[in-house]
């Protein structure tokens, strides 16, 4: 399965290209000074789970006119570079007029102002274009070199609160999401855009101190316009409330209309896994693990934050991929709820060292753990970078249909606490090791799968690597037999 990072398929959105059953879809990528190509396959991965999209990407959105664009019903514009030209911009002008429809993700929100901002990682070149006039009405917002200056503060988590829960878009959904995202603000709107949500702006963390607008829409001639100011990264997307509004948003902008069915998942359906970070860098290859699935939705939360409500009310399996040790007395109560429930766990790489003072965790669920300090006879255990790893399969299960032995270049833990009625499922012959890689937990309540590999990028792209945890994630939720 191709990886995140890989470049999206260049493609001509030319007549008949699109399944005729579906909503065509054409996703614009290519320069960005967000890093569209960890996005872009998010935001595809995002549509064709809804199964209502035909989706294609395209990366020169210069070569569009208006006969390729003729068989597509919505331009998703993950884009922030360049001019395209007058035949293009007055294709793409006359294709959202003419009643069809356009969704704006984040970056995308100030492409085409009176300084392009034609470098990567925010770099401005000094570069100066003439503005789109056009596209300003398009999506509803300028931005402004101030003052107050267009911008936003420092990157956190915030509360999402829907400003109009009769559209369409929002209709059916709570009444709040939680987004870790940026915030835009001081956007100058223009007349006629319609506010779907908000966010309190904090002025602690330079915020204006009042609620700017997140989501809203803006009609252009007989077409539809739905933008979303969400979306820095593949992180950012993964989050729940990204997924189910820019899904939602793109078939409403390009029918008018949108089918609650299509872009949920629950009982009977595919399985719902919640992701939690937190606590430990890794890198942004980790979430490629969970895209390209229809029969898996992965939702991203951060510890404690995920552990915050009841998480067996909406998730099928919990994926620790975080690095903590205190958690409150009600995180922990809904913790230990979910897994005594009977839901799965599968506990990744540094969330073996999760809750070292945690007994019943690290002994009955886990079945072991990374020990940060010596306890009693056992001492601290140890890592070592950048190790070639033997990484042969143990007898079978379920969790290894698939996988092969494997050679891999990743982090290798020593002197771990692993519990003698552990069910070893991969093991390594390297030194810098205890041996095991892989095992079931003893634990009888609950399916838990416990991977100790899985450090960087060279590990989460491996086709093998990447086969286990999609094994184990289904396996836990008892979906692999």
């Given at each position: 399965?191709?990886g995140v990072r890989e470049l999206a398929l260049l493609v001509t959105a030319s007549a008949g290209?699109?399944?005729?059953?579906?909503?065509?879809?054409?996703?614009?990528?290519?320069?960005?000074?967000?890093?569209?190509?960890?996005?872009?396959?998010?935001?595809?991965?995002?549509?064709?789970?809804?199964?209502?999209?035909?989706?294609?990407?395209?990366?020169?959105?210069?070569?569009?006119?208006?006969?390729?664009?003729?068989?597509?019903?919505?331009?998703?514009?993950?884009?922030?570079?360049?001019?395209?030209?007058?035949?293009?911009?007055?294709?793409?002008?006359?294709?959202?007029?003419?009643?069809?429809?356009?969704?704006?993700?984040?970056?995308?929100?100030?492409?085409?102002?009176?300084?392009?901002?034609?470098?990567?990682?925010?770099?401005?070149?000094?570069?100066?274009?003439?503005?789109?006039?056009?596209?300003?009405?398009?999506?509803g917002v300028k931005w402004s070199e101030g003052p107050p200056r267009s911008g936003h503060g420092?990157?956190?988590?915030?509360?999402?609160?829907?400003?109009?829960?009769?559209?369409?878009?929002?209709?059916?959904?709570?009444?709040?999401?939680?987004?870790?995202?940026?915030?835009?603000?001081?956007l100058i709107f223009e007349p006629g855009v319609h506010v779907l949500a908000t966010a309190f702006?904090?002025?602690?963390?330079?915020?204006?101190?009042?609620?700017?607008?997140?989501?809203?829409?803006?009609?252009?001639?007989?077409?539809?316009?739905?933008?979303?100011?969400?979306?820095?990264?593949?992180?950012?997307?993964?989050?729940?409330?990204?997924?189910?509004?820019?899904?939602?948003?793109?078939?409403?902008?390009?029918?008018?209309?949108?089918?609650?069915?299509?872009?949920?998942?629950?009982?009977?359906?595919?399985?719902?896994?919640?992701?939690?970070?937190?606590?430990?860098?890794?890198?942004?290859?980790?979430?490629?693990?969970?895209?390209?699935?229809?029969?898996?939705?992965?939702?991203?939360?951060?510890?404690?934050?995920?552990?915050?409500?009841?998480?067996?009310?909406?998730?099928?399996?919990?994926?620790?991929?975080?690095?903590?040790?205190?958690?409150?007395?009600?995180?922990?109560?809904?913790?230990?709820?979910?897994?005594?429930?009977?839901?799965?766990?599968?506990?990744?790489?540094?969330?073996?060292?999760?809750?070292?003072?945690?007994?019943?965790?690290?002994?009955?669920?886990?079945?072991?753990?990374?020990?940060?300090?010596?306890?009693?006879?056992?001492?601290?255990?140890?890592?070592?970078?950048?190790?070639?790893?033997?990484?042969?399969?143990?007898?079978?299960?379920?969790?290894?249909?698939?996988?092969?032995?494997?050679?891999?270049?990743?982090?290798?833990?020593?002197?771990?606490?692993?519990?003698?009625?552990?069910?070893?499922?991969?093991?390594?012959?390297?030194?810098?090791?205890?041996?095991?890689?892989?095992?079931?937990?003893?634990?009888?309540?609950?399916?838990?799968?416990?991977?100790?590999?899985?450090?960087?990028?060279?590990?989460?792209?491996?086709?093998?690597?990447?086969?286990?945890?999609?094994?184990?994630?289904?396996?836990?939720?008892?979906?692999?037999?």
């Amino acid at each position: 399965m191709p990886g995140v990072r890989e470049l999206a398929l260049l493609v001509t959105a030319s007549a008949g290209a699109f399944g005729a059953d579906r909503l065509g879809a054409l996703i614009i990528s290519g320069r960005n000074n967000h890093d569209w190509r960890e996005t872009t396959p998010f935001l595809r991965q995002a549509l064709d789970a809804t199964g209502r999209f035909d989706v294609r990407v395209t990366e020169e959105a210069a070569g569009l006119n208006a006969s390729a664009l003729g068989a597509c019903q919505v331009l998703v514009l993950n884009y922030n570079g360049k001019r395209w030209g007058a035949t293009a911009e007055n294709a793409v002008e006359q294709f959202v007029r003419s009643g069809k429809g356009m969704v704006v993700v984040h970056g995308a929100s100030y492409a085409f102002g009176e300084m392009e901002v034609l470098g990567d990682n925010h770099k401005r070149t000094g570069v100066f274009e003439p503005p789109w006039p056009e596209y300003a009405r398009m999506t509803g917002v300028k931005w402004s070199e101030g003052p107050p200056r267009s911008g936003h503060g420092k990157r956190h988590i915030f509360e999402v609160k829907w400003a109009d829960r009769a559209h369409p878009v929002a209709a059916g959904l709570p009444e709040t999401f939680l987004a870790s995202d940026e915030l835009y603000h001081h956007l100058i709107f223009e007349p006629g855009v319609h506010v779907l949500a908000t966010a309190f702006d904090d002025p602690r963390i330079n915020g204006t101190g009042k609620d700017e607008p997140v989501l809203w829409t803006v009609n252009y001639g007989k077409g539809r316009v739905f933008h979303t100011t969400l979306g820095h990264d593949a992180a950012a997307m993964l989050g729940e409330g990204f997924m189910a509004s820019f899904a939602r948003g793109a078939e409403w902008a390009a029918s008018g209309i949108v089918t609650p069915a299509a872009v949920s998942t629950g009982p009977g359906g595919g399985v719902r896994a919640l992701v939690v970070t937190g606590g430990h860098d890794h890198e942004a290859s980790f979430y490629s693990l969970f895209e390209g699935y229809k029969d898996l939705r992965a939702t991203v939360s951060p510890h404690p934050i995920a552990f915050r409500g009841d998480p067996g009310q909406r998730y099928d399996v919990l994926v620790l991929y975080d690095m903590a040790q205190e958690i409150g007395e009600a995180q922990k109560k809904n913790l230990r709820a979910f897994v005594e429930s009977g839901k799965g766990l599968v506990v990744l790489h540094h969330a073996l060292a999760d809750y070292n003072g945690w007994a019943w965790w690290h002994r009955e669920v886990v079945g072991g753990r990374y020990l940060l300090e010596p306890d009693g006879e056992r001492p601290k255990s140890a890592f070592k970078h950048d190790e070639w790893i033997r990484a042969t399969p143990v007898g079978e299960h379920p969790v290894l249909k698939g996988v092969s032995p494997m050679l891999l270049f990743d982090e290798t833990y020593k002197h771990m606490e692993i519990s003698p009625q552990a069910k070893v499922l991969l093991k390594t012959d390297n030194p810098t090791s205890d041996g095991p890689l892989a095992w079931i937990s003893p634990y009888a309540k609950s399916r838990v799968v416990v991977i100790q590999l899985g450090h960087g990028r060279e590990a989460h792209m491996h086709p093998g690597y990447r086969q286990l945890v999609r094994n184990a994630v289904m396996w836990a939720a008892g979906r692999l037999r």
